[in-house]
C-alpha cells in the first residue's frame, strides 16, 4: 500500500475522543486519590523524581497541566490521565479503520467503548495514574504498525515506543514483541527501518535524562537521588521494588494469580472483547488482519508475563486493574470491525451475536460501573484528620502508602502542619528522606529517633529516646505498646505514653467523634466501589479494633 493510500482516522473518532473526556471529568475525582496519586502529583509539582520507575514522560506533561488555573494541583494531574484516556479513541480508530475500509460512526465509537468504557479503564482515566498514558502511547505504536508503512511506520513506532517506555517500563517492554511482529509482517520492511526505529526511540526516551538532572538539583524530592549511573539503574529497574515479584511467582502462587486474573477480568470486559475480536479475525482480510493476528498473541502473553509473578496480584489492586486494561485494549479494533460487518450484514447472524454481546456490556457498564470518583474525598481527609489535634512540632510517622503519599502531597505541595516532622515510614532508610529531614545527623539530633532499620520496623523501639511529642499510624509491630497502654489513641493515630513530659493526654471526645466520622465515611466509600477505602478501614479496625 503506497503512502497515499494510507488509510486515514474516521472523523467521528474526534467525537468519541470529546465524549469519552467529558465523561473522565464529569466521574473524575476531586483532588487525591489513594496510593500512587499524591505521590505522582507533588513529584510532578515540585520538578522531583517519582517513585521508580522515576515516570520521567509521565511527570513533565503532568507538570504542564498543573498550570491550569481549574481545581486544586492533584486535580490538574488527574486531567492527564482523563485526555490520556479519551484519546485512545484516535489509534483505536486508526486500526479498525485498516480493518473495515469506512466503517460506521457506531463502530467507530464501539471501538473506543469496548476498550475505554469498563471499570478498569475508567478507573485509570478519574485519577492520577501512569497507566491511561501508557495505554495511549502503547496503542499509538500499534495504530502506527498496523494503519501505516514504510518509514512513517518505523518512526513512529520508535518515537511512541520510547515515549511509552519513559512512563512504564516495564509495559512497554512487554509489548516490544508484539509491536515489532505487526511491523514486520504488515511490511514491507527496509534495511533504513531499523536505525529509524532506534533513533527515534532514542529521543523520546532521552526524557529519563529528566532524572540525574532533578536529582542533582533537589536531592531531597528525588526518589532514590538517581544522580550517579549506579543509582539511575537502580531507580530504572525500580531495584527497591523488587519484592513485587518473584513471591508469588511459582507453584500455587502461578494458579492463583492467574486465577485472580481470569476473574477480575471482566472488569476489562475481557469476554467479550475475546469473543468479538475472534468474529472479527474472520470476517476482515488484508494486511492488517494479518498484522494484528500475529500481533494479538504475543502482546496478551507479554502483558501476562508482567504480572502473573508478581506478589500484589489481589482483586482490590488497582494497579492490577492497569496491567489488565492495557493488555486487552488491542482486542478492541478486531472487535469493533465483527460489529462494523454485522451492520452491514455480511454473515445473517452476526448481527444477533455481535449486538447482543455488546448490549451485555454496556448493562454490565450501566450497573456495575463503580469508577465514579466525582464526589471522593476519603484519601485526603483521611491522611488530614490523621494530624488534628497534634501539637506543634510533634513527629508524624504515616505508615502505608496512602498515609505516606498523601503527606508528601499536603506537606509539600500545599504546605499543610510544616511545622510537623513527618517521617514515612516506608520512606526511612531512603536517601532522598534522608536529605529532606536534613541529613541522618541532624535528623537524630532535633528527634531523638535513630535513623535506622530498627526504626523503619518498629518506631517503638526507639520511641523511648524522643524528643519530641510522637504520633505514629499503628501497624502489626506497634500491637503490644497498643495493648499494654505505651500506645495512646489520637484520632486516627496513636500518641507514645512510654517519653518522659510527653505523655499525649487521652483521646478527648472530639477525636473520638472525628474517628467516628472517618470510618463511616471509609464504609461509605467502599460501599460505592472504592475498595481502598474499604482496605484502610478494615485494616485500620483489625489494628484497634475500635469505632
Given at each position: ?219 531531597g524530592r528525588s526518589w532514590g537521588v538517581p544522580s550517579t549511573p549506579a ?317
Amino acid at each position: 500500500m503506497s503512502a497515499r493510500a494510507e488509510p486515514r482516522l474516521p472523523r467521528s473518532a474526534w467525537s468519541v475522543a470529546a465524549a469519552l473526556f467529558a465523561l473522565s471529568v464529569l466521574r473524575m475525582a476531586p483532588s487525591m486519590d489513594w496510593l500512587d496519586s499524591p505521590n505522582l502529583a507533588a513529584s510532578a509539582f515540585l520538578m522531583g523524581v517519582a517513585h521508580p520507575p522515576g515516570e520521567a514522560g509521565w511527570l513533565i506533561p503532568a507538570r504542564l497541566l498543573q498550570l491550569i488555573p481549574v481545581g486544586d494541583l492533584a486535580f490538574r494531574a488527574n486531567l492527564l490521565s482523563a485526555a490520556a484516556l479519551s484519546l485512545c479513541a484516535l489509534p483505536l480508530a486508526a486500526m479498525l479503520r485498516s480493518l473495515v475500509a469506512t466503517p460506521p460512526a457506531g463502530a467507530v465509537a464501539a471501538s473506543s467503548g469496548l476498550v475505554l468504557l469498563g471499570f478498569g479503564a475508567q478507573l485509570q482515566g478519574v485519577r492520577t495514574e501512569v497507566y491511561a498514558l501508557t495505554l495511549l502511547l502503547l496503542l499509538g505504536a500499534a495504530a502506527a504498525c498496523v494503519a501505516l508503512t514504510g518509514r512513517r511506520a518505523s518512526a513512529a513506532l520508535g518515537l511512541l515506543l520510547g515515549a511509552a517506555a519513559t512512563v512504564h517500563p516495564l509495559l512497554a517492554a512487554a509489548a516490544t514483541p508484539a509491536l515489532l511482529a505487526m511491523r514486520w509482517t504488515r511490511g514491507p520492511v527496509r534495511i533504513v527501518d531499523a536505525p529509524l526505529a532506534i533513533g527515534f526511540g532514542l529521543v523520546s526516551f532521552a526524557a529519563y535524562a529528566w532524572l540525574p538532572l532533578r536529582a542533582l538539583a533537589v536531592p531531597g524530592r528525588s526518589w532514590g537521588v538517581p544522580s550517579t549511573p549506579a543509582a539511575f539503574v537502580d531507580v530504572l529497574l525500580a531495584r527497591n521494588f523488587a519484592r513485587n515479584f518473584g513471591e508469588g511467582g511459582s507453584g500455587d502462587g502461578w494458579v492463583d494469580n492467574l486465577s485472580t486474573i481470569a476473574g477480575v477480568h471482566a472488569d476489562a470486559l475481557g469476554v467479550p472483547l475475546l469473543l468479538l475480536a475472534g468474529l472479527g479475525w474472520v470476517l476482515t482480510a488484508g494486511p492488517a488482519r494479518r498484522a494484528l493476528a500475529v500481533g494479538i498473541p504475543l502482546w496478551i502473553a507479554g502483558n501476562a508475563a508482567t504480572i502473573l509473578p508478581q506478589n500484589k496480584v489481589f482483586p482490590t489492586n488497582p494497579d492490577l486493574l492497569g496491567y489488565l486494561v492495557v493488555g486487552s485494549a488491542i482486542l478492541g479494533p478486531p472487535a469493533a470491525a465483527a460489529l462494523a460487518q454485522g451492520l452491514r450484514g455480511r454473515v445473517a447472524r452476526v448481527p444477533v451475536i455481535a449486538w447482543g454481546l455488546f448490549a451485555f456490556g454496556l448493562a454490565y457498564l450501566l450497573l456495575l460501573q463503580d469508577a465514579d470518583r466525582s464526589h471522593h474525598e476519603p484519601a485526603r481527609r483521611f491522611a488530614t484528620e490523621m494530624a488534628t489535634h497534634l501539637p506543634p512540632g510533634a513527629i508524624l510517622i504515616p505508615s502505608g502508602n496512602d498515609g505516606a503519599f498523601a503527606w508528601a502531597h499536603l506537606q509539600g505541595v500545599e504546605r499543610r502542619r510544616a511545622d510537623l516532622v513527618v517521617v514515612p515510614r516506608v520512606l526511612l532508610g531512603h536517601p532522598q528522606e534522608e536529605v529532606r529531614l536534613g541529613g541522618a545527623a541532624r535528623f537524630e539530633l532535633e528527634t531523638g529517633l535513630a535513623w535506622s532499620p530498627a526504626t523503619q520496623a518498629s518506631p517503638t523501639a526507639a520511641a523511648a529516646a524522643a524528643r519530641r511529642p510522637l504520633y505514629l499510624e499503628v501497624r502489626d509491630p506497634e500491637l503490644d505498646a497498643l495493648h499494654d497502654g505505651r500506645l495512646l489513641p489520637h484520632g486516627l493515630v496513636a500518641g507514645w505514653s512510654g517519653v518522659a513530659n510527653l505523655h499525649p493526654p487521652p483521646e478527648p471526645p472530639a477525636l473520638r467523634a472525628l474517628r467516628r466520622a472517618a470510618l463511616n465515611e471509609l464504609a461509605a466509600a467502599a460501599a460505592a466501589g472504592d475498595d481502598e477505602a474499604g482496605l484502610v478501614r478494615a485494616l485500620f479496625m483489625d489494628l484497634r479494633g475500635v469505632e
